[in-house]
Protein backbone atom coordinates (compact mmCIF):
# COMPACT_ATOMS: atom_id res chain seq x y z
CA UNK A 1 0.00 0.00 0.00
CA UNK A 2 1.46 3.63 -1.33
CA UNK A 3 1.01 6.80 0.60
CA UNK A 4 -1.35 8.80 -1.21
CA UNK A 5 -0.21 11.12 -4.14
CA UNK A 6 3.32 9.46 -4.02
CA UNK A 7 5.56 6.45 -4.71
CA UNK A 8 6.37 5.34 -0.85
CA UNK A 9 5.29 2.28 0.31
CA UNK A 10 3.57 2.73 3.77
CA UNK A 11 6.48 0.66 5.26
CA UNK A 12 9.40 2.46 4.34
CA UNK A 13 7.73 5.67 5.79
CA UNK A 14 6.98 3.46 8.74
CA UNK A 15 10.77 3.12 9.09
CA UNK A 16 11.19 6.70 8.38
CA UNK A 17 9.29 7.58 11.25
CA UNK A 18 11.21 5.53 13.58
CA UNK A 19 14.14 6.21 12.35
CA UNK A 20 13.25 10.13 12.58
CA UNK A 21 12.22 9.23 16.41
CA UNK A 22 15.33 8.05 16.64
CA UNK A 23 17.48 10.61 15.04
CA UNK A 24 15.71 13.04 17.56
CA UNK A 25 16.91 11.10 20.83
CA UNK A 26 20.12 10.77 19.35
CA UNK A 27 20.57 14.64 18.73
CA UNK A 28 19.17 15.27 22.18
CA UNK A 29 21.86 13.36 23.82
CA UNK A 30 24.79 15.29 21.81
CA UNK A 31 23.41 17.79 23.03
CA UNK A 32 23.82 17.17 26.35
CA UNK A 33 27.41 15.30 26.08
CA UNK A 34 28.72 17.30 22.86
CA UNK A 35 32.10 14.99 23.89
CA UNK A 36 31.03 11.80 22.93
CA UNK A 37 31.81 11.08 19.07
CA UNK A 38 30.11 7.68 18.91
CA UNK A 39 26.47 9.80 19.61
CA UNK A 40 27.74 11.54 16.36
CA UNK A 41 28.46 8.66 14.09
CA UNK A 42 24.77 7.28 14.88
CA UNK A 43 23.31 10.46 14.05
CA UNK A 44 24.92 10.27 10.66
CA UNK A 45 23.79 6.68 9.99
CA UNK A 46 20.77 7.44 10.93
CA UNK A 47 20.42 10.65 8.74
CA UNK A 48 21.81 7.97 5.61
CA UNK A 49 19.16 5.68 6.39
CA UNK A 50 16.70 8.33 6.43
CA UNK A 51 17.55 9.65 3.08
CA UNK A 52 18.16 6.49 1.68
CA UNK A 53 14.15 5.84 2.59
CA UNK A 54 12.95 8.96 1.14
CA UNK A 55 14.93 9.00 -2.26
CA UNK A 56 14.03 5.24 -2.54
CA UNK A 57 10.49 6.07 -1.41
CA UNK A 58 9.73 8.89 -3.60
CA UNK A 59 11.82 8.60 -6.56
CA UNK A 60 11.33 8.52 -9.47
CA UNK A 61 7.83 10.41 -9.71
CA UNK A 62 6.77 12.31 -12.55
CA UNK A 63 4.88 14.47 -10.58
CA UNK A 64 7.98 16.01 -8.49
CA UNK A 65 10.66 18.27 -9.91
CA UNK A 66 13.43 16.78 -12.00
CA UNK A 67 13.95 14.81 -14.85
CA UNK A 68 13.41 10.61 -14.56
CA UNK A 69 17.28 10.52 -15.28
CA UNK A 70 18.22 12.86 -12.24
CA UNK A 71 15.13 11.31 -9.89
CA UNK A 72 16.62 7.50 -10.71
CA UNK A 73 20.00 8.67 -10.00
CA UNK A 74 19.79 10.33 -7.05
CA UNK A 75 17.98 7.19 -5.84
CA UNK A 76 20.65 4.90 -6.76
CA UNK A 77 23.18 7.63 -4.97
CA UNK A 78 21.72 7.02 -1.68
CA UNK A 79 21.31 3.23 -2.13
CA UNK A 80 25.74 2.97 -3.12
CA UNK A 81 26.46 5.93 -0.22
CA UNK A 82 24.54 4.62 2.51
CA UNK A 83 26.51 1.49 2.30
CA UNK A 84 29.57 3.20 1.84
CA UNK A 85 29.23 4.04 5.42
CA UNK A 86 28.97 0.63 6.52
CA UNK A 87 32.68 -0.17 7.06
CA UNK A 88 34.08 3.30 8.29
CA UNK A 89 31.36 2.91 10.79
CA UNK A 90 31.79 -0.51 12.34
CA UNK A 91 36.04 0.69 12.09
CA UNK A 92 35.05 3.48 14.47
CA UNK A 93 32.34 1.93 16.37
CA UNK A 94 33.63 -1.73 17.12
CA UNK A 95 37.27 -0.53 16.69
CA UNK A 96 38.00 -3.06 14.14
CA UNK A 97 41.40 -2.22 13.02
CA UNK A 98 41.33 -4.79 10.19
CA UNK A 99 38.21 -2.56 8.79
CA UNK A 100 40.69 0.20 8.16
CA UNK A 101 41.10 -0.38 4.62
CA UNK A 102 37.34 -1.01 3.14
CA UNK A 103 36.64 2.66 5.65
CA UNK A 104 38.82 4.84 3.65
CA UNK A 105 39.85 3.61 0.59
CA UNK A 106 37.52 0.10 -0.68
CA UNK A 107 34.63 2.40 -1.01
CA UNK A 108 35.84 4.57 -2.83
CA UNK A 109 37.23 1.89 -5.60
CA UNK A 110 34.35 -0.10 -5.17
CA UNK A 111 31.41 1.57 -4.56
CA UNK A 112 31.84 5.34 -5.43
CA UNK A 113 33.26 4.75 -8.89
CA UNK A 114 30.79 1.74 -9.75
CA UNK A 115 28.29 4.84 -8.71
CA UNK A 116 30.27 6.77 -11.44
CA UNK A 117 30.27 4.05 -14.06
CA UNK A 118 26.51 3.00 -13.22
CA UNK A 119 25.86 7.25 -14.07
CA UNK A 120 28.01 7.33 -17.46
CA UNK A 121 26.33 4.28 -18.55
CA UNK A 122 22.69 4.96 -17.72
CA UNK A 123 23.46 8.68 -19.18
CA UNK A 124 24.87 7.06 -22.68
CA UNK A 125 22.74 4.05 -22.90
CA UNK A 126 19.75 5.71 -21.71
CA UNK A 127 18.80 2.22 -20.13
CA UNK A 128 18.69 1.22 -16.73
CA UNK A 129 19.00 -2.04 -16.79
CA UNK A 130 21.98 -1.78 -18.96
CA UNK A 131 23.58 0.60 -16.17
CA UNK A 132 21.99 -2.40 -13.27
CA UNK A 133 24.84 -4.87 -14.62
CA UNK A 134 27.25 -2.95 -12.80
CA UNK A 135 25.45 -4.08 -9.71
CA UNK A 136 27.68 -6.98 -9.65
CA UNK A 137 30.60 -4.81 -7.93
CA UNK A 138 28.66 -4.06 -4.98
CA UNK A 139 27.67 -7.45 -4.27
CA UNK A 140 31.37 -8.82 -5.02
CA UNK A 141 32.91 -5.97 -3.01
CA UNK A 142 29.80 -6.88 -0.25
CA UNK A 143 31.37 -10.31 0.17
CA UNK A 144 34.75 -9.56 0.24
CA UNK A 145 33.47 -7.35 3.30
CA UNK A 146 31.65 -9.72 4.90
CA UNK A 147 35.03 -11.80 5.03
CA UNK A 148 36.99 -9.23 6.38
CA UNK A 149 34.39 -7.86 9.34
CA UNK A 150 34.41 -11.70 10.27
CA UNK A 151 38.72 -11.65 10.41
CA UNK A 152 38.33 -8.25 12.17
CA UNK A 153 35.84 -9.72 14.89
CA UNK A 154 38.59 -12.69 15.59
CA UNK A 155 41.71 -10.39 15.49
CA UNK A 156 39.52 -7.65 18.37
CA UNK A 157 39.07 -10.89 20.23
CA UNK A 158 41.76 -13.08 19.67
CA UNK A 159 40.48 -15.95 17.83
CA UNK A 160 37.96 -16.36 20.76
CA UNK A 161 34.40 -16.22 20.22
CA UNK A 162 33.25 -17.35 23.97
CA UNK A 163 32.38 -14.01 25.56
CA UNK A 164 28.49 -12.93 24.87
CA UNK A 165 29.70 -9.76 23.84
CA UNK A 166 31.73 -11.17 20.81
CA UNK A 167 29.06 -13.40 19.56
CA UNK A 168 26.18 -10.48 19.49
CA UNK A 169 29.31 -8.70 17.65
CA UNK A 170 29.86 -11.23 15.04
CA UNK A 171 26.08 -12.04 14.84
CA UNK A 172 24.66 -8.36 14.22
CA UNK A 173 27.54 -7.26 12.04
CA UNK A 174 26.83 -10.22 9.94
CA UNK A 175 23.06 -9.78 9.68
CA UNK A 176 23.55 -5.96 9.40
CA UNK A 177 25.80 -6.31 6.18
CA UNK A 178 24.04 -9.18 4.72
CA UNK A 179 21.42 -7.48 3.41
CA UNK A 180 23.16 -5.39 1.72
CA UNK A 181 24.70 -7.96 -0.87
CA UNK A 182 20.80 -8.90 -0.99
CA UNK A 183 20.25 -5.23 -2.20
CA UNK A 184 21.77 -5.18 -5.91
CA UNK A 185 20.02 -8.12 -6.42
CA UNK A 186 16.62 -7.08 -4.99
CA UNK A 187 16.67 -4.13 -7.34
CA UNK A 188 17.54 -6.68 -9.74
CA UNK A 189 14.80 -8.86 -9.99
CA UNK A 190 12.23 -5.37 -8.73
CA UNK A 191 11.29 -7.34 -5.90
CA UNK A 192 9.68 -4.49 -4.78
CA UNK A 193 9.91 -1.62 -2.37
CA UNK A 194 8.78 -3.48 0.68
CA UNK A 195 11.26 -5.87 0.64
CA UNK A 196 14.30 -4.26 0.14
CA UNK A 197 13.23 -1.17 2.80
CA UNK A 198 12.35 -4.37 5.10
CA UNK A 199 15.86 -5.98 4.68
CA UNK A 200 18.50 -2.85 4.72
CA UNK A 201 16.67 -0.97 7.45
CA UNK A 202 16.39 -4.14 9.87
CA UNK A 203 20.03 -4.66 9.30
CA UNK A 204 21.23 -1.33 10.26
CA UNK A 205 18.85 -1.02 12.69
CA UNK A 206 20.43 -4.12 14.46
CA UNK A 207 23.69 -2.52 14.07
CA UNK A 208 22.82 0.43 15.59
CA UNK A 209 20.99 -1.46 18.36
CA UNK A 210 23.84 -3.11 18.49
CA UNK A 211 26.26 -0.07 19.42
CA UNK A 212 23.91 1.46 21.71
CA UNK A 213 23.88 -1.20 24.06
CA UNK A 214 27.19 -1.61 24.34
CA UNK A 215 27.49 2.14 24.40
CA UNK A 216 24.84 1.67 27.62
CA UNK A 217 27.38 -0.87 28.98
CA UNK A 218 30.30 1.06 28.78
CA UNK A 219 28.41 4.27 30.57
CA UNK A 220 27.42 2.16 33.10
CA UNK A 221 30.71 0.62 34.12
CA UNK A 222 31.76 4.51 33.96
CA UNK A 223 29.30 5.16 36.67
CA UNK A 224 30.40 2.52 38.89
CA UNK A 225 33.52 3.43 38.49
CA UNK A 226 32.88 7.29 39.15
CA UNK A 227 30.70 5.89 42.15
CA UNK A 228 33.55 3.88 43.30
CA UNK A 229 36.47 6.87 42.72
CA UNK A 230 33.67 9.11 44.78
CA UNK A 231 33.49 6.77 47.54
CA UNK A 232 37.45 6.22 47.80
CA UNK A 233 37.64 10.48 47.47
CA UNK A 234 35.32 10.81 50.64
CA UNK A 235 37.03 7.79 52.71
CA UNK A 236 40.81 9.61 51.74
CA UNK A 237 39.46 13.07 52.39
CA UNK A 238 37.68 11.78 56.10
CA UNK A 239 41.62 10.36 56.62
CA UNK A 240 43.10 13.53 55.24
CA UNK A 241 40.36 16.06 58.04
CA UNK A 242 41.68 13.47 60.84
CA UNK A 243 45.40 14.02 59.98
CA UNK A 244 44.57 17.99 59.65
CA UNK A 245 43.07 17.77 63.01
CA UNK A 246 45.81 15.67 64.32
CA UNK A 247 49.00 17.96 62.96
CA UNK A 248 46.52 21.10 64.03
CA UNK A 249 46.27 20.03 67.94
CA UNK A 250 50.34 19.21 67.39
CA UNK A 251 50.31 22.65 66.58
CA UNK A 252 48.64 23.77 68.67
CA UNK A 253 50.58 22.43 70.91
CA UNK A 254 53.72 23.23 69.69
CA UNK A 255 52.45 26.63 69.51
CA UNK A 256 51.57 26.59 73.21
CA UNK A 257 54.28 25.39 74.66
CA UNK A 258 56.52 28.11 72.76
CA UNK A 259 54.14 30.53 74.05
CA UNK A 260 54.97 29.35 77.60
CA UNK A 261 58.84 28.85 77.20
CA UNK A 262 58.69 32.38 75.63
CA UNK A 263 57.13 33.88 78.89
CA UNK A 264 59.15 32.08 81.02
CA UNK A 265 62.30 33.25 80.06
CA UNK A 266 60.46 36.93 80.38
CA UNK A 267 60.93 36.20 84.09
CA UNK A 268 64.38 35.36 83.61
CA UNK A 269 63.85 31.51 84.74
CA UNK A 270 66.91 29.72 84.70
CA UNK A 271 66.42 26.06 82.85
CA UNK A 272 65.70 23.91 85.54
CA UNK A 273 63.27 26.78 86.75
CA UNK A 274 61.34 26.29 83.51
CA UNK A 275 61.16 22.78 83.32
CA UNK A 276 59.68 23.05 86.88
CA UNK A 277 57.56 25.49 85.83
CA UNK A 278 56.25 23.35 82.71
CA UNK A 279 55.28 21.23 84.52
CA UNK A 280 53.86 23.26 87.30
CA UNK A 281 51.04 24.33 84.88
CA UNK A 282 50.48 21.25 83.50
CA UNK A 283 49.19 20.38 86.90
CA UNK A 284 52.27 18.12 88.92
CA UNK A 285 52.47 17.72 92.23
CA UNK A 286 55.75 18.48 93.84
CA UNK A 287 56.36 14.88 93.96
CA UNK A 288 55.83 14.19 90.79
CA UNK A 289 57.73 16.82 88.97
CA UNK A 290 60.70 15.60 91.68
CA UNK A 291 60.10 11.36 90.37
CA UNK A 292 59.84 12.95 86.99
CA UNK A 293 63.26 15.60 87.02
CA UNK A 294 65.03 12.91 89.67
CA UNK A 295 65.36 15.48 92.20
CA UNK A 296 64.29 15.73 95.94
CA UNK A 297 60.55 17.40 96.34
CA UNK A 298 61.85 19.66 98.86
CA UNK A 299 64.43 21.17 95.96
CA UNK A 300 61.53 20.99 93.58
CA UNK A 301 59.30 23.43 96.73
CA UNK A 302 62.94 26.04 96.75
CA UNK A 303 62.53 26.13 93.12
CA UNK A 304 59.15 26.59 92.93
CA UNK A 305 59.12 29.18 95.37
CA UNK A 306 62.13 30.90 93.10
CA UNK A 307 59.51 30.95 90.11
CA UNK A 308 56.62 32.55 91.98
CA UNK A 309 58.75 35.49 93.39
CA UNK A 310 60.21 36.07 89.69
CA UNK A 311 56.73 35.87 88.08
CA UNK A 312 55.64 37.86 90.75
CA UNK A 313 52.57 35.77 91.97
CA UNK A 314 51.33 33.61 94.89
CA UNK A 315 50.31 30.16 93.65
CA UNK A 316 50.15 27.95 90.87
CA UNK A 317 46.47 29.27 89.51
CA UNK A 318 48.51 33.02 89.26
CA UNK A 319 51.48 31.35 87.55
CA UNK A 320 49.49 29.29 85.01
CA UNK A 321 47.83 32.17 84.02
CA UNK A 322 51.08 34.65 84.17
CA UNK A 323 52.42 31.80 81.25
CA UNK A 324 49.80 31.38 79.52
CA UNK A 325 49.24 35.29 78.56
CA UNK A 326 49.67 35.99 74.83
Given at each position: ?185 IDYFNWG ?37 EEKLLKW ?90
Amino acid sequence: MLLPGTQMHVITFLFICIETVILLYLVIYRLARPDDKSTLLNIILILLLILYNATGGLLPDADLPGSYFVQTSTAYATGFITPCYFPYYVYNSFALEKMKFHAYRGVILFLILPYVLFVIIFVSSGNLDTAKNLLVIPVGYALWVIITLIGAVKFKYHNNFRPRVAKEEIAVLFLSLTPWVGLPVIDYFNWGQPVEATTTNTGFLLLLALQLKQHIVRLREEHERLIDSEEKLLKWNEQLQEEVEKRTQELEKLSREERLSQNCKKFRLTTREIEIALLVYKGYSHKQIGEILFIAERTVAKHVQNIFEKAQVSNRLELSRKLDMV
